[in-house]
């Protein structure tokens, strides 16, 4: 027979699963944005903090992490991102199928041979996405004007490009970005959520305090809030 202590504790404890349970999904609302960054590569933790001064302007809460997370995601963005372990593009994929919006910005640009290979297979056999090898182009000379990529999703821009670029293939996806007349950014459903895939680098970009990639960004953050 229940004493009259345990009947308390019992009748507090109901009185309060509410409570925890809001308190609980308002942890998971607060944690539902995420950097996952390999601090090991100078490169990506340059656009890395691009990427956070982005989510910094939206007033949202964030995380930055070395790995994908297990928890539910609304965003993950992964800057400059070179081959993934297995494990990691599995757990991706269920974010993916969760409903997550997730913005990839490729780390091939300036990759080694190797290892372009690596991403290429990775990107095909993680998310169906086909790009070519960057075509072999003579160096700008000194002098010339910059190149750019023109974006004309979630805003019209143009956007400072650098390094090596690959051509992708659009097949089930949406064209966002062209680069001398090659997609080069794309968004792709897949599962419930959304696959924003950059194969130029914008994050560097957002470092310099670029307005154009800020205004961007701040479009993709928005839209992966209505995936």
């Given at each position: 027979?229940?004493?009259r202590r345990q009947i308390?504790?019992?009748?507090?404890?109901?009185?309060?699963?509410?409570?925890?349970?809001?308190?609980?999904?308002?942890?998971?609302?607060?944690?539902?944005?995420?950097?996952?960054?390999?601090?090991?590569?100078?490169?990506?933790c340059e656009s890395a903090r691009g990427f956070q001064a982005a989510l910094r302007r939206t007033g949202e809460r964030f995380e930055v992490s070395d790995a994908v997370p297990l928890c539910r995601a609304e965003l993950i963005v992964l800057p400059f991102a070179?081959?993934?372990?297995?494990?990691?593009?599995?757990?991706?994929?269920?974010?993916?199928?969760?409903?997550?919006?997730?913005?990839f910005e490729s780390g091939a640009s300036f990759a080694s041979h190797d290892e372009k290979l690596r991403q290429r297979m990775m990107w095909r056999q993680a998310f169906g996405i086909h790009a070519d090898l960057p075509p072999s182009a003579p160096a700008c000379p000194v002098g010339d004007p910059?190149?750019?990529?023109?974006?004309?999703?979630?805003?019209?821009?143009?956007?400072?490009?650098?390094?090596?670029?690959?051509?992708?293939?659009?097949?089930?996806?949406?064209?966002?970005?062209?680069?001398?007349?090659?997609?080069?950014?794309?968004?792709k459903r897949i599962g419930g959520g959304e696959l924003l895939f950059l194969s130029s680098p914008l994050g560097p970009m957002?470092?310099?305090?670029?307005?154009?990639?800020?205004?961007?960004?701040?479009?993709?953050?928005?839209?992966?809030?209505s995936i």
């Open positions: 027979m229940l004493t308390l504790l019992i009748a507090a404890s109901g009185a309060l699963l509410p409570y925890t349970g809001l308190a609980a999904r308002e942890k998971r609302r607060q944690a539902a944005r995420w950097i996952v960054v390999d601090r090991r590569n100078s490169l990506a070179g081959t993934l372990p297995q494990r990691q593009v599995s757990q991706l994929r269920s974010q993916l199928a969760s409903g997550c919006s997730v913005i910059p190149d750019y990529v023109r974006y004309h999703w979630p805003a019209d821009v143009q956007i400072r490009h650098f390094g090596e670029f690959f051509p992708v293939d659009i097949s089930g996806a949406e064209e966002i970005a062209i680069y001398r007349e090659g997609t080069v950014a794309i968004r957002l470092a310099a305090e670029d307005h154009q990639a800020a205004e961007l960004t701040a479009g993709m953050i928005q839209h992966s809030m």
